[in-house]
């Protein structure tokens, strides 16, 4: 691994492995039956099977916790250079776990705080997300490295939407005066335009259009 590119790839699996810390502390210890977030729901007509949504939302967390962590192991050099077999396992535990969150993502987005106009753009990530993944997998399938790894910063990317998203609520409430509704909804359309935007600023900054850029996987 290029001395340059290890810390920056050692800062992303710190931060990776901290917000998936986070999240399983937040969700499972501190408020397993998700009564902050539950308290916020606004929609009489989509009543909440609590149970069924609390197991799905678990599942949800936990393949977003693997997508997380297993993505950013795979952003090694290192990795791919000395457990090359195991940096393939671990991509497809990668897909695997996109899959997962992105179905229990569609079993969840109906009850989304904010109504249908929040479920839109989640279900349009259900299919964005999974779809950057396959991308990605088909062209180092056919040897493309390059595109392989541009469309694996553009997929990894989306591993951010939930904080991203919590992140830009705080400040539309904070600091526009809106309602946790409209901060909320704002915040997942905004989210998911800023994430993908810094993917492709970063794609642009370090990644050079020989494979002997910047070195990612």
Known sequence: MPKTNRPYVLLLMVIAALIAGYALYRNILQDPEAAGFLSHKTNPLKQVDLPVWLSVMRVHLGFACLAMLAGAVNFSPWVLRHFRRFHKRNGYAYLISVLAVSLTSGYMAPYATGGKAV????????????????????????????????????????????????????????????????AYTAAVYGAIVLLQLLAELFIRLFMNRTTAGFELS
């Open 119 to 182: 479920s839109i753009p989640f279900n349009m990530l259900n299919i964005l997300w999974p779809a950057f993944t396959v991308l990605a997998i088909i062209s180092i399938r056919k040897r493309r490295i390059l595109q392989h790894r541009q469309w694996m910063v553009r997929s990894y990317a989306f591993c951010f939407t939930n904080m991203a998203v919590h992140l830009l609520a705080y400040v539309f409430r904070e600091w526009a005066d809106l309602s946790y509704e409209a």
